[in-house]
């Protein structure tokens, strides 16, 4: 841990060198920042130039949550917390590779809310094996009963991803309509309860959006560091070393480690720009797409933009496939 925090500092301080700015936004995550020691975490953070009130958000797993921890981050300007719930239920987190000890979400909830932080979110992940819709809907209510409720709420469809061993066991893949049918539950519960969507997997009260990912969705510049971090400026994208050990050795020997890099044709960039914006709430300038009637109840006109409607949602690369360049 020493080693990776070392390296990641190392990569920092060789981008600052080279001229990077401040940063607006920081996001801590791509994995479990929270089993670091709390003092190692803030000493990562720390090296990090920041934006006069850039927003800075950390994930954490809620069995690592302490008030140890959260003080820490408060003390090196963290104002943002993002954990790791996936469901209330045993049996579904188990399908999920996970598992929580009993109480740790309501009480990494507490502390989070003692700590002093106004904003946090809850991640959520629906469609594991064993699932059933009771689950689902009696996952979402635990959540929204939370003290403090949860002013935040992301909620992911489980993928399949080859070489992984949920893609070896066609068991514990899930089912297309089931997803569907959790998504319509997901976004009628989360809407009554004052969150509104504002990206397909993100919901949120108003004033609680999280202003790092809706910079990637608007395709802005971001810089990535760490094992397999990803970075994008001006239409560039890059990449990290993916092996940890490999990773450290690169970027304490001179504060490079980038893999990869490809640059994105004019055209390529601006029908990205397209496909991101559909995913979001703001939607796609109306000439973007085909007109209206052709495609019936996937979308809705605001203004001079089109929007996915709920079962737009549900079948966006439908709707994707269809953009095209103004």
């Known amino acids: 841990m020493v080693d990776y925090v070392a390296a990641c500092l190392a990569e920092m301080a060789r981008a600052y060198d080279d001229g990077l700015g401040p940063a607006e936004t920081v996001f801590v995550g791509g994995g479990t920042p929270s089993l670091l020691p709390p003092a190692l ?10 934006a006069p009130g850039a927003e800075v958000t950390v994930e954490c797993n809620p069995e690592s949550t302490t008030m140890e921890l959260l003080e820490e981050l408060r ?11 996936q469901s209330v239920h045993a049996h579904v987190l188990a399908g999920l590779g996970r598992h ?25 992940v629906y469609g594991g094996a064993g699932e059933s ?12 009963a939370l003290e403090p409720s949860p002013p935040h709420v992301s909620a992911y469809a489980l993928t399949v991803e080859a070489g992984t061993p949920l893609a070896r066991d066609a068991a514990r893949h899930p089912d297309d309509d089931v997803q ?26 108003p004033g609680h959006e999280c202003r790092h990912n809706a910079a990637c969705w ?6 990535g560091f760490g094992c397999a971090a990803h970075s994008h400026e001006a239409g560039r994208r890059s990449w990290n070393i993916r092996s940890v050990e490999r990773y450290i050795a690169a970027a304490r020997a001179d504060g490079i480690a980038t893999a990869g890099a490809e640059v994105l044709d ?11 914006a559909l995913r979001t709430r703001a939607g796609v300038p ?7 009637e052709q495609l019936g109840d996937l979308v809705e006109r605001t203004g001079d933009r089109v929007v996915l409607s709920r079962r737009g949602r549900l079948l966006a690369n439908e709707v994707l496939v269809q953009l095209r360049v103004p």
């Not at 109480?103 to 002093?116: F, I």
């Not at 608007?218 to 810089?223: A, M, S």
Request: aromatic share 8%; charged share 30%.
């Open 41 to 50: 975490l803030a000493e990562l953070l720390s090296g990090v130039r920041r």
């Open 75 to 85: 003390s090196v300007g963290v104002d943002r917390i993002s954990l790791g719930v």
């Open 100 to 124: 929580h000890v009993p109480g740790a979400v309501e009480r990494a909830v507490g502390l989070v809310g003692e700590a002093g932080f106004r904003s946090f979110n809850v991640d959520l």
């Open 133 to 144: 819709d009771r689950d689902w809907q009696e996952t979402l209510d635990a959540v929204l």
């Open 180 to 205: 569907a049918d959790r998504y319509e539950t997901l976004d009628a519960t989360l809407a009554d309860a004052g969150l509104d969507w504002y990206e397909l997997s993100n919901f949120a009260r």
């Open 218 to 223: 608007r395709q802005e510049d971001y810089r």
């Open 266 to 276: 004019p055209e390529r960039r601006a029908l990205e720009r397209l496909e991101l």
């Open 286 to 292: 109306a000439g973007a797409l085909p007109p209206l």
